[in-house]
Nanobody, 118 residues
Framework: QVQLVESGGGLVQAGGSLTLSCAAS????????MDWYRQAPGKQRELVAT???????NYADSVKGRFAISRDNTKNTVYLQMNSLKPEDTAVYYC????????????WGQGTQVTVSS
C-alpha cells in the first residue's frame, strides 16, 4: 500500500493562491496516476485533478485554467498549484494514488484544509 501526506493548505482571500503538496511513501512501484480530491462540508468527495506517470493531466471543469497539477517523481511528491481561488474552493483536499488498472492503492490521509474567504 502507498501512504500519502498532504500539506500546504491554509486561509487565503478570494483571488489568492496556494500550493498543496502530497508526499508518497511505501509501495511506490504500484503508482501510475496521482489524483487530488476535495470534500466540502456536506458534499461528496470530488475529483479535482489527475496526473499520470507520463505527465498527462486532467481537470474538473470547475478548476480548469486555475489549478495546475504536477509531480516530481524523484521526490515522490505531487503538487497542486491553485490560483484565482474562490470561496467555493473551500474544502479539505486529499491526494490518492492509483495503479495502472485504475484501482486506488493508497490509504486516505488526513487531507489539508483550504479555506477561501470572500
Amino acid at each position: 500500500q502507498v501512504q500519502l501526506v498532504e500539506s500546504g493548505g491554509g486561509l487565503v482571500q478570494a483571488g489568492g493562491s496556494l500550493t498543496l503538496s502530497c508526499a508518497a511513501s511505501g509501495s511506490m512501484f504500484r503508482i501510475n496516476t496521482m489524483d487530488w480530491y476535495r470534500q466540502a462540508p456536506g458534499k461528496q468527495r470530488e475529483l479535482v485533478a489527475t496526473i499520470t506517470r507520463g505527465g498527462n493531466t486532467n481537470y474538473a471543469d470547475s478548476v480548469k485554467g486555475r489549478f495546475a497539477i504536477s509531480r516530481d517523481n524523484t521526490k515522490n511528491t505531487v503538487y497542486l498549484q491553485m490560483n484565482s481561488l474562490k470561496p467555493e474552493d473551500t474544502a479539505v483536499y486529499y491526494c490518492a494514488a492509483r495503479s495502472v488498472s485504475g484501482s486506488i492503492v493508497s490509504d486516505w490521509g488526513q487531507g489539508t484544509q483550504v479555506t477561501v474567504s470572500s
